[in-house]
């Protein structure tokens, strides 16, 4: 592994990669007398985005407060836990890891005492260069808290001579690359900056006479808040008793907004990147069914969740029937995890279950919105065959998945991703599918609307990072990928 990898890849939480995808959400208010209650409901909106552990930091003005738990926002802010959060602001987060192990310590918002004041910090995305900026932090005496790359940013406004907070922030953003939307809270100001490529969303709202920040605009529903603008990429707004000024501290050279956000992630409800992510994945299905048909199909379904919009784009190009031939259970996570493999095998099955009534004899095209280890498809496959289809053509509404992640979602390791050492044809017969077709890079790039492809990211598709230190380096020869056992 070259020396960059391993400096990345520290970081990761999980270098099993045994786990499902997901990232963070982030929420802010400022201005609202019942400002943490606020951020519950927020948060609960933005659950989707990530399920390890959830808090809120409030300020009445003169001090913050926090709370911070592992698990889900629900179970965590009970009315007398809420309660203890007083005052006119507060940010929160939900955090699935990219950096540090899944434990308290590192459960945002991150909240600290310094020669400053009182300041919390909630981080959207993943930090790549967080490892060696830590390491010479340590070396000059710093003590860490936690393992997560936040925290760097932490240390770095802690030690700026910067005279407002603000510019302390900037300075320190400035040392760091990678991907962030991340919210600052102090006794007496909300500060929000996303990163200058603008890999992960946040937007801006207004609730009467406070300002709200949420990664998506389902949390700002939610609220009944107005929706007012995206962020810019390398934007930075403050909010204070003066009101909202807004500056660009970092010029975007090239924009590179995560096109997965619209495959997978956000919730089909927001409007992400100045489009509607269930209409983006209905064009994402009539895209894949333009260059994927399946002739002679009697109907198509979809993988609930994630695939149902894709799915009904396929049925509306294609004229084959669109019938729901799999039921979600409502009680397991969009990110079923289990650590143990034997009990992991189950969780397919758990989730979803077939519909025999729908399914038996049928023709089936199943849509899905990607594959990432083939472990959901295969089960998925074998699921709808044992109900009684007779074939089974499976459909993915995004290309192959051949690289990891580097910018806040937490896709596993190279070599355990199907798509990086095995041709479609392979894939295909590991997941006992009749025929398999994906979108091609083009056909994702118009369906969300990037003609020029140049304003998203697509390395884990492409295999180029835009960081561009991470090309060479996560580019290990798929020769030394293990091929996995093609059995039926
Ligand atoms: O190839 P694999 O490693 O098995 O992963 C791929 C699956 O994981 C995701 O679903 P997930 O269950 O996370 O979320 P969803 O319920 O929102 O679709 C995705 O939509 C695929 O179905
Ligand atoms: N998925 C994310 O955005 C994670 C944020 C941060 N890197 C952490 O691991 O806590
Ligand atoms: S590598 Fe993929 S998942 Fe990561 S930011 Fe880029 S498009 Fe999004
Ligand atoms: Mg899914």
């Avoid at 981080?123 to 830590?134: D, K, S």
């Avoid at 996303?194 to 998506?216: C, H, I, M, Q, T």
């Avoid at 199909?297 to 609930?304: K, R, T, Y």
């Amino acid at each position: 592994m070259p020396a960059n990898e391993a400096t990345v890849l520290q970081f990761r939480s999980d270098p099993e990669g045994d786990k499902a995808r997901a990232m963070c959400g982030i929420f802010g208010i400022v201005g609202h007398p019942e400002a943490s209650n606020l951020t519950y409901l927020g948060l609960h909106a933005l659950q989707h985005r990530g399920q390890e552990s959830a808090g809120i930091v409030a300020s009445d003005g003169h001090s913050l407060q926090a709370h911070r738990e592992m698990g889900l926002v629900a179970d965590i802010f009970t009315a007398p836990v809420l309660e203890k959060l007083p005052g006119g602001a507060a940010i929160g987060h939900v955090r699935y890891s990219t950096a540090g192990g899944s434990q308290l310590k590192n459960a945002q918002p991150l909240s600290v005492e310094y020669v400053g004041g009182h300041m919390a910090v909630a981080h959207n995305g993943n930090l790549v260069n967080a490892q060696e900026l830590r390491t010479a932090l340590e070396a000059d005496g710093a003590i860490f808290q936690s393992d997560a790359d936040t925290e760097v940013v932490v240390h770095f406004i802690a030690r700026s001579k910067q005279p407002t907070f603000e510019q302390k922030a900037v300075e320190a953003l400035s040392k760091v690359k990678g991907a962030y939307s991340i919210l600052f809270l102090t006794e007496n100001k909300l500060v929000a900056v996303r990163d200058p490529y603008g890999f992960r969303p946040l937007v801006l709202g207004k609730l009467k006479n406070s300002w709200v920040l949420a990664s998506e605009t389902t949390a700002l529903d939610l609220i009944e808040a107005e929706f007012i603008r995206e962020l810019e990429a390398g934007e930075m707004v403050v909010i204070d008793e003066t009101g909202l000024h807004s500056s660009q501290p970092f010029q975007p050279t090239r924009l590179g907004r995560c096109i997965f956000e619209h495959v997978y992630f956000a919730k089909p409800d927001s409007v992400l990147f100045g489009t509607s992510v269930y209409e983006t994945r209905k064009e994402l299905g009539r895209q894949l069914a333009k260059e994927q048909p399946a002739p002679g199909a009697d109907l198509v379904i979809a993988v609930p969740d994630s695939g149902v919009p894709a799915a009904i784009g396929y049925a509306q190009e294609s004229g084959i029937p669109y019938d729901v031939g799999l039921i979600r259970s409502h009680y397991v996570g969009r990110t079923f995890i289990e650590p143990q493999q034997s009990i992991r095998h189950f969780g397919v099955k758990l989730k979803l279950s077939a519909v025999r009534q729908v399914l038996k004899g049928k023709r089936v095209v199943v849509v899905d919105d990607s594959i990432v280890r083939g472990t959901t498809s295969r089960k998925i496959v074998k699921m709808l065959k044992a109900a009684g289809a007779v074939e089974v053509h499976l459909r993915i509404s995004s290309p192959p998945t051949q690289w990891p992640c580097y910018y806040g979602i937490d896709t596993p390791s190279r070599q355990e991703l199907i798509a990086s050492s095995h041709s479609v044809e392979e894939i295909a017969r590991y997941v006992t599918a009749d025929t398999l077709g994906y979108i091609s890079l083009e056909g994702l790039g118009t369906a969300v609307g990037d003609r020029e492809r140049t304003t998203f990211c697509t390395a884990c598709f492409s295999g180029k990072y835009l960081t561009g230190e991470l090309n060479n380096a996560s580019a290990p020869s798929t020769e030394s990928a293990p091929k996995l056992a093609i059995i039926a």
